[in-house]
């Protein structure tokens, strides 16, 4: 009490200072809304400056009030009142929510716009209305709500990497958005708190995003926090807690059909002798495995936060804590991710010219980084792999058994006893127990981030048309890597002489740390410059620099032989402190300095320009390149305001958009121009041959859109088309290897075309008790490699190639034309080829030059990685105190390499497989799909179109059902909801989970699907 | 009001003008750039840059990248290229589709994509551009003055540094005939287009015989001249390899000229016991080996030998033809391999099966030993008619075999190995020198090359039904580097 006193007086002396003049009237009121009386809202004599804002309950006092004059009531969200006073002194408003908030004032980079005069591609994502995805990561929000946008996950364990992809893949190296967060930008965002974000806006086209010139051609998506606002304190307490199952698992064999498949599989591979799986049928020690089962668990998610927020209109302040906590669905809680969120926002109003404030995070997570995806150890894929006829644990009278590793290792294994049979690995394979790799695995990523902005504002001349604005940003980060390889399995004769004995698993036990910090700090200033004219023009400019640097580093070490791994031992002391040490330290700097500038015009609300230039030079590029400049332009006309249009009532809004710029990107290494020499380890080597010549890549984007919204904005549409064009890519080309193994030299080089169309839909119907919104996007896109290097035809992956006229890693090998069905066959088809080395069940592979050989000359491209078309589709509705909110999202026409089915079905060893195998050719006419099972080549080690499947799919993504009580003992909203994720998924896609962003699928931990109950409580 | 902000206006500025000029030129860190090293060397620079070409001749894992199975670099892979090409070895002990690559150069399928090419070529030229950089270190007088290296360790370096690059060059030159030759490191990166070009192998056999006349002056008179690190090329190592090159391009006196000098040096002898020159524990202290790379366990970095550990997973295993080349009781057949236990004796170090599996195993890999050599002056003194000297060495190696202790301590019958008659029937005795090169040096990656140069590569290996053909007498040219060059490297004919 006794602050808010000293605040009001403050506020008293200024106003008595800043009045000038006598009132010819005093005009007093109440503003308010829907739900009772509006804080903040701004009431203006009109065609001045001249005004106050009302406070926490509503009530506003105007003195020295021209009786004849027009008051104007303005509030976020709301739309605008004029009220002429005609000699009224007391004026009570209600305002009227605006449905489409039309007027809102958004940010687009260093200032803000009124989205009714923009002129770029821009969408806004409102994070109270994805309050209700409820998602680890902030990015995922972005998920199925802005046409043009595709975000993914790289796999589905907690805490993983999410990747966004603007108007898609732009370049051949880094596409990654560029994320700004209150001015302070950043290249990733998974620190943050979705319970912290107000909005976040994509500024998807060039004419917007230029502004961020040298950084934005991944295009831009502006985050911004929550701050207080005027009122009385809110608490906002939310609490909900989830439990996640694994989903769409395929079907394995079980043993008695893995025995008789891999009974064929020998039969069929010419082997001479008895067949040993026939032998072994039924037998004893034989168990019978669902390893998938055994591997996935029920994980548990919960989430607390709270927050209280208010202020006076001096001084508004937000305080939110956060807790995120997640246990994936893998066995023995190894894959769990923990996240801690601290955050303040202060905004001060010092006098009306002045105004400071500031934003500090705080984020503490852990994450626990199991073998989500690939090959080794890939925990995933050993439990798609392994024999089902192999058990989880060993016999506890088994004399390898111990209380320690209870796990099956080699199969059947006794005490590495290949005479007694004791060895079987030959023959059930040398797969690892996913179970044992779960419940050993002990490596936590944990990360200490302080992110924030101190800014100041002061506003010159007499309306305060001119404002200056000094922002420092600092984000840093501390990264503690700790891995302890315990030592287990069986012992399988290898190792050095040390460590005869030991299990064959992390052989010998040993512990790597690393400990890095990365330092990240931005200092901005802007002038900022606004008025309108006559009512008639309004005029916006804006200059200002920008430095960015930034410094890295860390320090590593191992260890290894530790004589007690208990938990409390896992430290480098414990280790064998003289064979097998290692340490490590690196570190990197980078630093970025800019101009840039933006200058609007807008004529009578009705027709608008903008343009921007921005220059930046960075420490990447030699001297003589530092330099960039990023110039756009764009253009608006707002035709429903012509007068031609007045008295079409049902159009509410038809704005044409049209912009052209570009952008930039120097997302390479440090230091990457330069002939740089290695001397490490003994060893002194040319890292890589440089390129002074090197300068930043462009890309230049040309997007035309319109706006349409009808009955009272009611419905609202915006399509877009876009092309954008990056050239001068920085591309890394690897030198002939006759120049010995360099990193490739940077230069630039190739073109890379995206074309698109964008449309969302937005229905709302909030007339009646129920309410109720429909939001629909979608989005096309074409990409193509225009041009590469004449010294590089085409990139070579694993099972991709980026080449001239195809999308960007378009998945390249031989096209499965059948399976070959007797001898006859084979010797016609392959009648240039000398002892073809094929048997019939074998995969037929499209002759591509018909001339009888299958050899490399007959591959071809495949299938594209890149999605032709993505959608998101919305809907929520209340009625009374319920709400109903769905999402569903999806991607068509995508294809993925379905690696792990390679070695599940086709493999020439004897692993599990799934119960498609079932249906594996045998015999002439049986199946021209599947070919044989086989402990040789069937085709399968070929990179074919047999492992290309379509990865499209169509999920939803969320369902909630809430319900609220208003008012109740003493609060003022309680929530209970329950929420359904990923609830299912329709795609064709056989791997485990379709969304995942590898090239290639080797097995990866699925996303997960989960129920959520929850509560929210604001008082 | 004014005056505040305007000078608001021009701090503003000026402070990012300042920030501008000083921090955009950073010195990369922990990287050297060539003018620091000229300007400042170290003695650790020289040394390294030498000792750090040898490395591509170990067989270490992920020397380069990183599981790269696919481009053929996981390990040196001259057992591919020899072994399994050759039909002595196969990939593995019980067949699989496991690395298929490697199956198609046994059966001749493959194509220039196939990684087996490109990880030979690829380690070879890593050895030679590394070695490029020492040789440019060494021979600018500037740097020599800055650092105060002795006469003797810059000459001894050189001397090495010479003879990396011959036994690189070498290697390739067998492999794939015509190559782009490098000498000395690029200046720039668009140099790398400029060298594209394959000079004609007769041209890299002038470099490799220069390269080793010159390292023959530099280096001492000793058999090891650095005893501390008797891994080190040596004299001895240089007169073997020019006698080899003599011996491949059919210089037959040179070749007796050349091993009778390595034989007046006196440092090399026939071990008594086969296996000494593999046995792990007699490394550098037995008389055979000439040249070898000292694989060694528990090092940092490390310097393990990786081949071990892909022996654990089931691979290198001999074909029934290889077993049958032996002849009856043969003490060196169980001293390759131990069938029974599936053990590849002479590549573990040791006949109990240690280290299988072990990627970090010491078992040191040899490329120049004694015997080979001496089977080398009886091939050239058969061509050139002294058929009783050629007979006499054959029968030096069959005696030295049947009289080495056995693997498993079985007696070795009379009559075995029997020593071959006097005879003067040129043809009779090449026969038997080639089976007894294939027996004495089996799995020591030279069958291949033994079979190209004698020109029988097609008549013994389609006999066994594989699919050679003419062009198969060089390998192709990895096709990474012709799309890499842009076209300027030609393919050899028939890929």
Known sequence: MMKKNI????????????????????????????????????????????????????????????????????????????????????????????????????????????????????????????????????????????????????????????????????????????????????????????????????????????????????????????????????????????INFASNLPNMLNTEQYMNTVEKAWDNSGRTGANPYTADKGRADFADTDWLDELFETGISKNLQFSASGGSEKVQFLMSLGYYDQDGIVISDNDKYQRLNYRTNINANLTDRLKVGTNLQ?????????????????????????????????????????????????????????????????????????????????????????????????????????????????????????????????????????????????????????????????????????????????????????????????????RARFGTTDDTFRYLDFGRPDVDVWNSGSASENTLFSFFSSATYVFDGKYMVTGNLRADASSRFSEKNQWGYFPSASAGWKISDESFLSDVDWLSNLKLRAGYGKLGNQEIGDYTYLTLISQIDDKVVVNRYGNEDLKWESSTQTNIGIDLGLFNNKLAMSAEYFEKNTTDILLPIGLPNFVGFVAPTFVNAGEVSNKGFELSLNYRNYDNEFKYSINGNLATLKNNVEKLHPNVPNIIGNVTRIEVGQPLNAFYGYKMVG??????????????????????????FNDLNADGIINSDDRDFIGSPIPELTYGISLSSEYKGFDFSMLFQGVEGIDRYNDAKKILDYDSRPFNYTTDILGAWDGEGSSNTIPRVAFEDNGSSKVSSIFVEDASYFRLKNIEFGYTLESIIGLQDVRFYVSGQNVFTVTDYTGLDPESTDFMDQGTYPSSKSFLFGINVKF | MKTIYKSIVIVFFFTGLVGCTDDLTKEPIGLLTTDQIDSNPTILTLESSVSSSYQLLSSSLNLIGDWDWDGGAVLRNDFILQDIASNDMNKKWNPDGDQAWMDELNDFSFTPENGAFNGIWLYNYEGINRINLGISFLTNEEVIQMVGISEARKNQLLGEAYFLRAFYYFDLVNNFGDLPLLIKPLESFEEAFDVATRVPAAQIWEQINSDLSAAKLLLPSVKFPDAAEPWRVSKGAVISLQAKSALFNENWSEVITRVSELEGLGFYDLNDNYFDSFDVNKEFSENEVIFAYDHRSGETPRKGNGLCALLGWGFVAPTQDFINAFEANDPRLLYTVDVENQNVSKILGNTVGDNKGNDDSPSNKIYIRYADVLLWKAEALNESGDYEGAVTIINQIRERARTSPTADGSAVPAGTLADRPNSTDRAQIKTWLMSERRVELGFESQRFNDLKRWGTAKAVLTGLGKNFQDHNYLYPIPQGEIDKSGGTIIQNTGY
């Open chain 1, 7 to 242: 605040l009001y007086g403050l506020f008293c002396i200024w106003a008595v200072f800043s009045v000038s003049a006598l009132s010819a009237q005093t005009v007093t009121g109440i503003v308010s809304g829907v739900k009772g009386p509006l804080p903040g809202t701004n009431v203006v004599l009109k065609g001045t400056s001249t005004g106050t804002s009302t406070d926490f309950d509503g009530n506003y006092s105007l003195l020295n009030v021209d009786p004849q004059t027009v008051l104007v009531f303005s509030s976020i969200g709301y739309l605008t009142k004029e009220v002429s006073v005609n000699g009224q002194s007391v004026i009570n408003v209600e305002l009227v929510e605006d449905s489409q908030a039309l007027d809102e004032v958004i940010l687009v980079g260093y200032s803000s716009r009124k989205k009714s005069t923009l002129t770029g591609a821009v969408s806004v994502v409102d994070m109270s209305d994805m309050e209700k995805t409820r998602v680890p990561n902030v990015a995922q929000a972005l998920q199925g709500q802005v046409a043009g946008v595709l975000v993914s996950s790289s796999t589905g364990a907690p805490g993983e990497e999410i990747q966004v992809r603007i108007r898609g893949e732009g370049t051949i190296g880094n596409n990654n958005p560029l994320y700004v967060i209150d001015g302070v930008p950043s290249r990733d965002i998974s620190f943050l708190n979705q319970a912290d974000i107000k909005t976040m806006t994509v500024l998807k086209d060039a004419s917007s995003a230029a502004i961020y010139g040298s950084r934005a051609s991944g295009g831009v998506v502006l985050i911004t926090t929550k701050s207080g606002s005027v009122g009385k304190i809110k608490f906002n307490v939310d609490y909900y807690t989830g």
């Open chain 1, 819 to 844: 399976v070959y069905q007797n001898q006859a066959e084979i010797n016609s088809y392959l009648s240039g080829t000398l002892n073809p080395n094929v048997k019939p069940g074998d995969i037929k």
């Open chain 1, 362 to 558: 705080l984020s503490y997570s852990t994450q626990d980084k199991l073998s989500s995806k690939g090959d080794a150890p890939g925990i995933i894929r050993h439990a798609l792999i392994r024999p089902p006829n192999i058990s989880v644990f060993k016999d506890i009278n088994d004399p390898t058994y111990s209380e320690r590793d209870p796990f099956t290792d080699l199969p059947f294994y006794q005490h590495n006893n290949r005479d007694t049979g004791g060895w079987e690995s030959d023959k059930y394979e040398w797969s690892s127990n996913p179970i044992a790799l779960a419940s050993f695995t002990d490596d936590k990523r944990t990360t200490f981030q302080t992110f924030g902005n101190i800014y100041g504002e002061y506003s010159f001349l007499k309306n305060n048309e001119l404002t200056f604005r000094s922002n420092l940003g600092f984000d840093l980060a501390y990264i503690h890597n700790k891995r302890f390889n315990e030592n287990f399995g069986d012992d399988d004769g290898g190792g050095n002489d040390l460590d005869q004995g030991l299990g064959r698993q992390n052989r010998p036990n040993n512990l790597n740390e690393e400990r890095g910090e990365a330092r990240t700090i931005t200092f901005n200033n802007t002038l900022n410059y606004a008025k309108t004219f006559n009512d008639l023009h309004d005029i916006s400019a804006l200059v200002g620099m920008e430095y960015i640097e930034n410094y890295s580093s860390s320090i590593g070490a191992s």
